[in-house]
């Protein structure tokens, strides 16, 4: 009979020590899902805060217009010939580079459609006034391949670009570069070619894609030409 006894002894001893054992991994095994699940948790969190934060730069970012946009009508041909659209950075905002190599710029019409019109050489720097600005490209058309002829000092003289483009100068540029920082001014100027030019009731419409942040965009419709300055709003 003691023998029996002895038997069942260790049979309960070796069933304790089993249970222990795999108590041990279900607790080994929780702890590593639990580190997993808060490494994910962080993992979220973090990845939550840069795309918070990415999105309050691109916000933060965005250009807006500085005053009214003007027209530069063709009264004969009741027609514009060119479109200026005043640029500044929004208030709080950071800087935004206007460089032709990193800044893309849509135009859309009634008639046209176009994915970029913004191309190197069309950034002119600091000018003091629309007509000297574009007046310069045109004089140094074949060096830097923007326009081919300025519609903006003949008005209605029937020559026209080329192609229908978009240039900017800066009435304020403190550094001297292409990026617009606070406290700057700069102009945006679409000119068309012959065709391309909206008319009245036309609705014109740009996209400046800078970047980094949002994209600006301008949405008009032509009123009656009567003047050569035509005031779009």
Known sequence: MRPRSRSRKTRRGVIGIESAIV??????????????????GFSTTQKAKTAISSSVTEASSALEIAGKVTGFGDIAHSQLN??????????GGDAVSLDPTLTDIKYYSNSVRYDNIFGVGCALGSSGNIINASGA????????????????????????????????????????????DQGEHANLIIVYKNGDQPKQLD?????????????????????AITTTTVDLG
């Open 23 to 40: 108590m041990i991994a279900f607790v080994i095994v929780a702890a590593a899902l639990a580190f997993v699940v808060l490494n994910m």
């Open 82 to 91: 060119a479109t200026v659209v005043p640029l500044k950075v929004a208030g």
């Open 203 to 223: 609705n014109i419409k740009a996209e400046v894609i800078v970047p980094t942040g949002s994209a600006l965009t301008v949405e008009r419709q032509v009123p």
């Open 137 to 180: 490209v045109a004089i140094a058309k074949i060096g830097n391949a923007c326009i081919n002829h300025d519609p903006l000092t003949n008005l209605g003289d029937n020559q026209y670009p080329n192609s229908t483009k978009a240039m900017i100068y800066w009435d304020v540029n403190k550094n001297n570069n292409n990026i617009l």
